[in-house]
């Protein structure tokens, strides 16, 4: 049923349909609004049989979906930022452990400085913990990617992380075509756990493995997440068949069959991309946009067809890899091995910046010139870091950086310090 609906909300009522048994979590913006719906569903009766449970922190969380999911039980849980890091040994422990939990992800930039609004640092922070990431344009991408995700965690018995943008998508009202339970009950078959805590007949879950074996272990939890990247579009397109709605698979293109550039990206960010190049395109201008939705696993060959006719590849990206430059675009670069193309980076969006479809269309331009570096970072105020980098250069207490700048623009919300003698 399609209804005006704030994205957290519509995540929260299609998590209930797809009937978890527990569901632990700790409160953090701007995950905060998913879990506590759940929690009234639960509390009403809405959502039963399901144990909801109060945790004491995020790493307490992950640790309780841990227990459930390795007693048999349909776990979820939900965190974003400082929240993720807070349960990082438990999340590499689950997908260790290969227990399908689903979690959702609320994309918001990690610090510090301290920051809530949005970007995919905590997402990239994980990419390697063994989980699968799958990224959500929209709400309805994000509602529809919850009810895929527990039916391929349950598949193939892997932990799935369902990233949406903190805020841009979490917070936003609009309108979402919010599932039957009965569809739901019918592609999501009850949960069969391929291993489990039972006493009448007893294992070991989460043993100490050595030398011996332990390459082994995480080899077959390689070998999983190949197994995603066949299982990811099946799924997908039983989806889509049902419904009629195109949400999940690995890539998705749009405008790209003559295009001389492609701007790739993953999450929200891809509608206004999809705006600035409808308007370059009216301008005479070949470009097309391909957008990533499985993270994890990479898929390397669908992104090496999508983009092995382009002359450049752009990759606009919400967080990076300092000293380095960009994670996503070194990921695209290995796929693209052997292809003759020019690939630039553009990091943009960071701690909840603006990405304005004018400075995209601007992007475009210039890229379209052959004048874009191979790291850029979108409207940035060179003007400011080099004044920050001045003043360190004047004086060795020259205070912290994120104040001095704050102070700049006037909005500190300290007074200066004074300079010693």
Not at 187 to 199: G, K, S
Not at 220 to 245: M, N, S
Not at 300 to 328: D, M
Request: glycine share 8%; with cysteine; hydrophobic share 45%.
């Amino acid at each position: 049923m399609l209804r005006q609906i704030e994205g957290s909300r519509a995540v929260a009522e299609t998590v209930a349909l797809c009937r978890p048994e527990v569901v632990c979590a700790y409160p953090i913006s701007p995950q905060t609004h998913i879990i506590e719906a759940v929690g009234v569903m639960v509390k009403a009766g809405e959502l039963a049989p399901c144990e909801f449970i109060n945790v004491e922190s995020e790493f307490a969380a992950m640790s309780v979906a841990i227990g459930a999911s390795a007693t048999g039980a349909r776990a979820y849980t939900a965190t974003s930022s400082q929240g993720l890091l807070f349960m990082m040994e438990a999340v590499h422990n689950a997908a260790g452990l290969g227990l399908p939990i689903v979690m959702t992800l609320a994309n918001r930039a990690i610090g510090a400085p301290i920051n809530i609004w949005n970007d995919h640092s905590d997402a990239m922070a994980v990419r390697d913990a063994g989980w699968i990431q799958l990224f959500a344009e929209s709400n309805q991408e994000a509602a529809d990617l919850h009810v895929q995700a527990f039916r391929l965690a349950e598949e193939l018995s892997v932990p799935v992380m369902v990233c949406m943008d903190g805020f841009i998508l979490t917070h936003a009202v609009e309108g979402v075509d919010i599932l039957d339970q009965s569809f739901v009950d019918s592609f999501l078959p009850p949960y069969e756990p391929r291993q489990v805590l039972d006493t009448n007949d007893p294992v070991s879950i989460g043993a100490m493995v050595g030398p011996e074996a332990f390459e082994e272990v995480k080899y077959l939890a390689h070998l999983r997440q190949l197994d995603a990247l066949v299982r990811i579009p099946a799924i997908a397109k039983e989806f889509a068949d049902a419904t009629g709605r195109d949400s999940g698979g690995l890539v998705r293109s749009y405008r790209t069959e003559d295009a001389d550039i492609l701007i790739v990206a993953l999450g929200s960010v891809l509608g206004t991309i999809k705006d600035a190049v409808d308007i370059r395109r009216e301008a005479g201008e070949r470009v097309g946009v391909v957008g990533i939705t499985s993270f994890r696993p990479f898929p390397a060959e669908a992104v090496r067809e999508a983009l092995c006719q382009a002359r450049q590849v752009v990759v606009v990206e919400k967080a990076f890899s300092i000293g380095f430059g960009g994670v996503l675009s070194t990921d695209v670069a290995m796929a693209m091995q052997g292809v003759e193309t020019n690939l630039r980076t553009v990091v943009a969006g960071l701690g909840g910046r603006s990405i304005t479809r004018r400075s995209l269309e601007e992007l475009i331009e210039t890229a379209g010139r052959d004048e874009l570096e191979t790291l850029t970072f979108l409207d940035l105020d060179h003007g400011a870091v080099e004044r920050e980098r001045a003043r360190m250069g004047e004086t060795r207490r020259s205070g912290p950086s994120a104040e001095n700048l704050l102070r700049d623009r006037g909005t500190a919300a300290t007074a200066p310090v004074k300079e010693q003698a």
